[in-house]
């Protein structure tokens, strides 16, 4: 053991700074999340969705601090890691909407123009333009739109940051006060 510490001190010891600094900046990233999902007064759910991804986020950074202190062989790696990612490229390409539409979504909960229960409506040539929808919910790759008659619609995410939308103004049931983003 004594040989082990004295042979790998630096890595070790790197190691535990690079933990420490992954707690602290991991804890101060959830709590932010969550004071604006709390703040703007955003779904819970939607909040954990963010949290969840900025963990992610910061196991992947952590992994790759790791790989450099240990000195893993990049180029050993590199043949690997060039596999691995070939087939994750050729799948995001496949299904590009898919990691567009989360994208949106996190822009979405941070910029927060429109909230679940808001009366919206959507300028879209396959929807209808005089047709008001109200937010049920925002899920990470789309919204549940109700429509007036009860119809529920789910409208992908990337799509509200595409066409315009306009928040109509609650107290208004005819459309005629609204509110533009």
């Known amino acids: 053991m004594e040989e082990f510490w004295q042979l790998y001190q630096n890595e070790i010891l790197s190691t535990l700074i690079c933990l420490a600094i992954l707690f602290v900046t991991r804890l101060v990233s959830i709590q932010t999340i969550k004071r604006i999902g709390r703040i703007s007064d955003l779904n819970k759910l939607r909040t954990k969705l ?5 963990v992610i986020g910061h196991s992947l950074i952590f992994i790759a601090a790791l790989l450099l202190i240990w000195g893993v062989n990049i ?4 043949l690997i890691l060039s596999s691995v990612f070939a087939i994750i490229g050729v799948a995001l390409f496949a299904s590009w909407s898919i990691l567009s539409n989360v994208t949106a979504g996190v822009i979405l909960f941070f910029s927060f123009p429109f909230k679940i229960g808001d009366r919206i409506r959507i300028m879209d040539k396959d929807l209808d333009s005089s047709e008001d929808y109200t937010i049920e919910d ?3 790759y789309h919204l549940h739109l109700r429509k007036r008659n009860g119809e529920l ?4 995410n990337n799509l509200m ?8 103004n609650p107290l208004e049931e005819d459309g ?5 983003l």
Request: avoid cysteine.
């Open 161 to 168: 940051l595409q066409k315009a939308v306009t928040v109509l």
């Open 75 to 78: 180029k050993d790696l590199g």
């Open 176 to 180: 005629e006060g609204t509110e533009a």
């Open 50 to 54: 963010i949290v969840k991804y900025v």
């Open 153 to 156: 619609i789910t409208y992908p």
């Open 138 to 140: 925002i899920k990470a």
